[in-house]
């Protein structure tokens, strides 16, 4: 069922999804999914495997093109035709798998793509300031310099984090994030979620983990073949 709009007396700015279906050739892996996301929050995709949870996801993030449905995003229309689409709308993505370049700096990858020119060179004091601010902003101590293979896998997920916030992201979608991460790491990007929560960013947050979804989630969508089989609030997520 698509996601019923009729009760709220003034629309939110956040994400509204409705009725997303998808399917490759006979199996259908996304059915009539409907949830929203309101600023300043976190919502939850919580379920196994196979659950559907990556699909409404990479769809909201422009990498995969739903059959049918609709995406209301800041009271707008929404169908991103790519993940550079999407991320010029302020909806970007951290991928379990990180998208970085290895062999370039922590500055060169936040700003890969557009990096700062002076007189035909690139401007590296400007850019190593502005990565250096945005780090900051994270709380993480690291050289800008720094070639990104060198530095621990949580610290390298910051600096995706930096990177979608130079380019203005509104709404981050975090899938299994601390797949990799240590329970003091953990800490640290919930510490970091919750400061830009507070600044009013909006997060989706895949996971199978029920007690992260507990400590870091306003909201749980919880997803099982494709389909949404139950919503709970904070107080009443099941522990």
Known sequence: MALDLSHTQTPHLGLFVSGLCKSYGPVQVLADASF?????????????????KSTVSNIIAGS?????????????????????A?????????HQELKLLPD????????????????????????????SAQLKRLGLDVSPDRKVRTLRIAAQQQVEIAKALTLNAE???FDEPTAALGSEETELLFQQIRKLKAEGM???????????????????VVMRDGRIVARHER????V
Do not use: C, Q
């Open 202 to 220: 909006s997060f989706i947050y895949i996971s199978h983990r029920l007690d992260e979804i507990a400590e870091i989630a306003d909201r749980v």
């Open 171 to 173: 709404l981050l979608i």
């Open 86 to 94: 999407a991320i010029d709308a302020g909806v970007g993505m951290i």
């Open 36 to 52: 929203e996301v309101r600023p300043g929050e976190v919502v939850a995709l919580l379920g196994e495997n196979g659950a559907g």
């Open 104 to 131: 370039l700096s922590v500055a060169e990858n936040v700003y890969v793509g557009r990096l700062p020119m002076r007189g035909g060179r690139i401007d590296r004091a400007a850019m190593n300031a502005r990565a």
């Open 64 to 84: 995969t093109k739903p059959d049918a449905g609709s995406i209301t995003w800041r009271g707008k229309p929404y169908s991103p035709a790519s993940p550079a």
């Open 235 to 238: 107080a009443d997520i099941p």
